[in-house]
């Protein structure tokens, strides 16, 4: 097995008020293997029902079918009751949410402490 | 493979394998960047060749390991032009649901074709098993270079 896969796409973290922060761990998520690793990571996610965040910082190129995880997981989070909010998105990965108009789908804000504030 | 005439540089790859189609973007990403294209240029190149590779891989040879991709990449003076050529049945690319449209938003796929007209010229050759992407070098390049 590799580093790479042994590596967890998304650290999870507890904040002080309850919320959920995941943050991308690679800068590229781009891989099948890497893009399934993401997806099970989402489904056990959403299954918490939680409010949470998914911070993009380090997140440099994704593909296409990450943005189809996101949308699940969003969804799936719903049903559980919880809310997403995602944040710190590279200029260069928000222009992809601008042309597929995910944009208007997720809450997306500048910074972590913003969407901390907007729960 | 490497060839070169008339000025301009033309690297193959014929395979199967996910990694070995990555590392060779990497060698063509390389090219890019002693070419002279901007990282908004190579972040657009890397895109569209991913989400190409990613469609001949995925829908196009449907998984089958003994089918392969051929990549043909062409540097011109200001330019770079990859052809994706996968040995599946093709596709019409006038039935792909536009994925902005509200009913489709919150489809899990089919972006892909979207974002590669986004940042290059996209040809589709019939039956549709052929991607042609070209991206030109952005003008504050070419400016640079005057």
């Known amino acids: 097995m590799s580093s790479a896969q042994k590596t967890p796409v998304l650290l999870v973290e507890e904040d002080p008020s309850g919320v959920l922060i995941g943050t991308f761990q690679l800068n590229r998520v781009v891989d099948e293997e890497v893009v399934q690793r993401l997806s099970e990571e989402l489904a056990a996610l959403a299954a918490t029902g939680?409010?949470?965040?998914?911070?993009?910082?380090k997140v440099e190129y994704l593909s296409s079918s990450v943005l189809g995880k996101l949308i699940n997981f969003q969804r799936r989070l719903k049903e559980h009751g919880g809310e997403l909010r995602l944040c710190c998105i590279h200029p260069s990965i928000y222009e992809i949410f601008e042309i597929t108009r995910l944009n208007t789908l997720f809450d997306i804000y500048r910074t972590e402490e913003e969407a901390l504030e907007m729960f | 493979m490497c060839s070169s005439s008339g000025g301009e540089e033309t690297l193959v790859l014929t395979s199967s394998d996910p990694k070995t189609l990555r590392q060779f973007l990497e060698a063509v990403l390389e090219r890019c960047k002693t070419s002279g294209f901007s990282e908004n240029d190579i972040f657009a190149i890397r895109l569209c060749y991913e989400e190409a590779v990613a469609n001949a891989l995925i829908?196009?040879?449907?998984?089958?390991?003994?089918?392969?991709?051929?990549?043909?990449?062409?540097?011109?003076?200001?330019?770079?032009?990859?052809?994706?050529?996968?040995?599946?049945?093709?596709?019409?690319?006038?039935?792909?649901?536009?994925?902005?449209?509200?009913?489709?938003?919150?489809?899990?796929?089919?972006?892909?074709?979207?974002?590669?007209?986004?940042?290059?010229?996209?040809?589709?050759?019939p039956p549709g098993n052929?991607?042609?992407?070209?991206?030109?070098?952005?003008?504050?390049?070419?400016?640079r270079r005057h």
């Open chain 1, 50 to 57: 939680r409010k949470v965040i998914l911070n993009f910082s």
């Open chain 2, 59 to 125: 829908h196009g040879n449907r998984r089958d390991p003994t089918k392969k991709v051929t990549v043909r990449c062409q540097f011109g003076p200001d330019w770079i032009r990859l052809r994706i050529e996968d040995e599946g049945e093709g596709f019409d690319p006038a039935t792909v649901p536009d994925p902005t449209a509200p009913e489709n938003l919150t489809r899990p796929s089919g972006r892909g074709l979207l974002l590669m007209r986004h940042y290059m010229e996209v040809t589709v050759h």
């Open chain 2, 130 to 143: 052929i991607v042609e992407l070209l991206r030109r070098k952005s003008s504050s390049d070419l400016d």
